[in-house]
């Protein structure tokens, strides 16, 4: 009889998964509840859903499925560099950019390196660093003091930097806190930070933006060889579940992420869909206006029953429920209610709500009434 049991890798042994927001369909099994009848504010996914555009496409395309999509996505990237003022072969396309961050960490990190990034980043940040055998560095996040409170301090960052530091995560604006760095603040980390350390610049929520001092990444590409930086269609462009996002860079590192890219990964209806969506500027405004009216009516609802949130850019908010925040999650949970739980970010008070509809901003709010009032 065999007695062992096949062993990972050391780094694997250690590593907790990713939680994902909790899906409608598993939500609806547990409870017994109509899907039709619950809210999911847990993802960051568009309410609004895909332009018109991208579905067309999609139907368009679905005939022929049956061949393997185009590998260098050629399309959708000569789309994308003439949107953006780069050339093609700046560009990198991934299975969302989830998949970007992990070939950034495939090429550049591993035993002996390091990855820095900051308390409250984006969890794919350490596990992408972790599964690769590399050593996260975190940097402590802002108090308040002199900085957005619970925002990256780059500061910290740099000091954090070792010899043995290869990339740097900055997520502007960053999930879950929705804080971002100013232009001049980045500015003053790139100028800084030495040139062998890759600096990711993850802009997954850049559509959404509203802010005079966010920085454009994409034009340092140039003076700064070691930036990267990261998009998706997953948030504003609303095709989360078709898995499509991507990285600019030099020349030179999109050629280093493409030799570990996998030959097909990014299928071929979502090549399709992106690259419509890029046509679509008024569904992306449309997007945006909606988004600039939710959070509006998230804070207003927030400081109505007297609790404190984070600022936020992005297409979702951090609010504190003044108590642990589990406990409200799964009470919410039973009225139909899903939103985000952030112990893991080391915010355990906080809940992560995502912009819905107008309607379903007010049933959370209603619903988060209700289970603060204990009942
Ligand atoms: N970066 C950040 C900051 C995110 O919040 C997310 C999605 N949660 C991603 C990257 C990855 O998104 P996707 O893989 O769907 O592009």
């Known amino acids: 009889m065999q007695t062992m049991r096949p062993e990972p890798m050391p780094p694997i042994e250690g590593l907790t998964p990713y939680q994902p927001g909790k899906p409608i369909e598993e939500l609806a099994r547990e409870l017994g509840l109509d899907p039709r009848r619950i809210v999911k504010l847990a993802s960051n996914e568009n309410p609004l859903g895909p332009s018109p555009k991208a579905m067309a496409a999609i139907t368009q395309g679905w005939a022929e499925i049956a061949r393997y ?55 794919v940040y350490p596990i992408a660093t972790q599964a ?32 043995d530091t290869a ?21 003053g980390f790139l100028k800084a930070v030495p040139g062998r350390v890759i600096v990711v610049v993850d802009e997954a929520y850049c559509e959404y933006v509203e802010a005079e001092d966010y920085p454009n990444a994409l034009a340092w590409l140039e003076e700064f060889p070691n930036l990267i930086v990261t998009r998706t269609f997953s948030k504003a462009y609303g095709l989360a579940g078709l898995r499509v996002g991507y990285a600019v860079s030099s020349p030179e590192v999109a050629e280093l992420l493409n030799r570990v890219r996998q030959p097909f990964n990014v299928n ?33 609802g927030f400081r109505a029953l007297g609790l404190d949130f984070i600022p936020s850019l992005g297409n979702f908010i951090a609010v504190d429920v003044g108590r642990e925040a589990g406990p409200v999650f799964a009470a919410l949970l039973k009225k139909g209610v899903i939103v985000r739980p952030v112990a893991n970010y080391g915010l355990p008070n906080h809940l992560r709500v995502s912009v819905g509809t107008p309607e379903e901003n007010a049933r959370f709010l209603a619903a988060l009434e209700e289970v603060l009032a204990g009942a």
């Open 69 to 123: 999509p185009d590998g260098n996505g050629f399309a959708l990237k000569q789309k994308l560099a003439a949107k953006l003022s780069v050339k093609m072969a700046q560009i990198t396309l991934g299975n969302g950019s989830n998949d970007v961050l992990d070939l950034i960490a495939r090429v550049f990190l591993g035993p002996g390196r390091s990855a820095v990034f900051a308390e409250h980043a984006f969890a």
């Open 132 to 163: 690769v055998g590399a050593r996260a560095r975190v940097a402590p996040a802002h108090d308040g003091s002199c900085g957005p409170r619970f925002g990256h301090d780059l500061e910290a960052m740099l000091a954090q930097v070792a010899d």
């Open 167 to 187: 990339v740097v995560f900055i997520a502007n604006p960053n999930n879950p806190t929705g804080t971002w760095v100013s232009r001049e603040a980045l500015w």
């Open 268 to 300: 071929r209806l979502a090549l399709l869909a992106a690259e419509a969506a890029l046509d679509d500027e008024a569904h992306l405004e449309a997007s945006r206006v909606l988004n600039r009216a939710g959070l509006a009516q998230l804070a207003e």
